[in-house]
């Protein structure tokens, strides 16, 4: 982003910081290690790659600690080794908290535009040697010199991020971004495969459309269920009725009468022996049909349809 | 704002915005496949029934069939009325099983009983019967 915050220069023996919002900082030499190289790299994580060793003679311990930094300059590699324990340790030294901190850049970032000698403290001057920040005595510079503030018009665009600033590491990040990816296209393989299953029955519907193709309509459909629905339930009404009686009754029963019609049936059964009635009505009321004796021997159902 | 320190979360962010989107497109899909599916269903069960329905209702092989109520008993006890779809019958002087074999003919045929009346005398039986289809 082109958002060109307070660039402030730190180095060791400045006055402490007392500032609440947020700014950029300015490593000196005096925090990182530099090498310069000319080499027949392209691609900056290939340069990545080989910054560790570059620093094998000049990092003797503690190597795991330090982190590379590695841009190219015009037609050069730079090469920054710096521990970034030891940068926030100095940070907190002169007053300014790593919370306050957006970005770290290196002065060597820098380096275009230190045309004259910038003060660092009483004794220390940071200079550009050969396109190199460097970091000399003021005794070694003539009396006459004057020293100016750090002034950069352009920020550079590679900086360094606090890592504990961030709320989830690189790993947590990856693992649960790809949790979350595989889970998306889980997701959407389903819904693919939901699209091109289609409708079930479709086929059976459109074997029964073939022979009958009247039936396609469903005005015709609802035309043909509203008129023979209720012919079908009247007449297995009727064919229920009549399987019922044929059950109540046994070889000592008699139908006398059956009548049938449209709306209601009634039937007079006769028994062999009047004790059979009682029994008969019971059976009835099984059934669901209503009974009643009418005689001796006889016994009237009837009911609706 | 540096949106580069922010960089994990944007990208976590940005997987779970994936994540959201997708599951909601898999489940409006599930519910545009279910709507679809109980429509088709609803219609399936339709065109089934009124297949059947018509199969056994407007069957033109009745015709034939109806036939059978008068073979089944010698002809001298059959009173026979046809008239294009509907029919009036009249049995005399049946016994029993005869009269067991004519109702379960009857039944099973898809026709619809206007009236059906069966009376005994003794051991005979007269049965009349209107119907149509």
């Known amino acids: 982003m082109e958002d060109n915050k307070e660039l402030v220069l730190v180095y060791k023996g400045m006055p402490t910081v007392n500032r609440d919002d947020r700014f950029s900082v300015v490593i000196t030499p005096q925090h990182y290690l530099l090498k310069k190289e000319h080499l027949a790299i392209k691609q900056e994580y290939q340069s990545r790659k080989i910054a560790a060793s570059l620093f094998d003679e000049l990092i003797d311990s503690n190597k795991d600690e330090y982190s590379f930094f590695v841009y190219k300059e015009d037609e050069d590699w730079i ?5 970034q324990n030891e940068i926030v340790n100095f940070l907190e030294e002169v007053g300014i908290s790593s919370s306050n901190v957006d970005e770290i850049f290196f002065v060597q970032q820098l380096v275009s535009s230190i045309e004259k000698p910038i003060s660092l403290g009483d004794d220390k001057a940071l200079v550009s040697i050969n396109g190199i920040a460097t970091i000399v005595s003021k005794n070694m510079l003539p009396k006459d010199t004057q020293f100016v503030h750090m002034s950069a018009d352009i920020q550079p665009k590679k900086a360094v991020l606090l890592s504990k600033e961030y709320m989830l590491d690189s790993k947590t ?5 790809i949790v979350f990816i595989i889970f998306g296209l889980l997701f959407l393989i389903e819904s693919r495969n939901i699209l091109t299953n289609g409708v079930p029955n479709q086929a059976k519907i459109d074997t029964i459309l073939e022979n009958h193709p009247t039936l396609s309509s469903s005005y015709t459909r609802e035309s043909i269920l509203s008129k023979y629905q209720k012919i079908d339930k009247a007449e297995r009404a009727k064919r229920n009725i009549i399987a019922k009686l044929a059950k109540m009754i046994d070889s000592s029963i008699k139908v006398d009468e059956f009548k049938l019609n449209q709306n209601s049936y009634s039937a007079v059964l006769s028994v062999q022996n009047s004790n059979q009635i009682s029994s008969l009505i019971n059976r009835a009321k099984r059934y669901g049909i209503k009974a009643e004796k009418i005689s001796a021997n006889q016994l009237k159902v009837e009911g609706k349809i | 704002m540096n949106l580069t320190r922010y960089k994990n979360e944007l990208i976590l962010l940005g997987s779970i915005v994936f994540l959201v989107i997708s599951y909601s497109y898999k489940h409006s899909i599930e519910q545009k ?13 339709d065109i089934i029934k009124a297949y059947n329905l018509q199969t056994i209702w407007a069957n033109k092989k009745v015709v034939k069939r109806i036939k059978q109520l008068k073979m089944v008993v010698p002809s001298s006890k059959v009173e026979w009325s046809q008239k294009a779809k509907k029919l009036s019958a009249k049995y005399r002087g049946l016994n029993k099983d005869e009269l067991n074999i004519v109702l379960n003919k009857l039944l099973n045929l898809p026709v619809q009983i206007k009236t059906l009346n069966i009376k005994r005398s003794d051991q005979i039986y007269s049965m009349e019967l209107q119907c149509k289809w």
């Open chain 2, 33 to 45: 496949a279910y709507e679809s599916t109980t429509k088709s269903q609803q219609e399936y069960k």
């Open chain 1, 79 to 83: 090469f920054i080794a710096y521990n």
């Open chain 1, 173 to 177: 990040t990856l693992l649960l971004s």
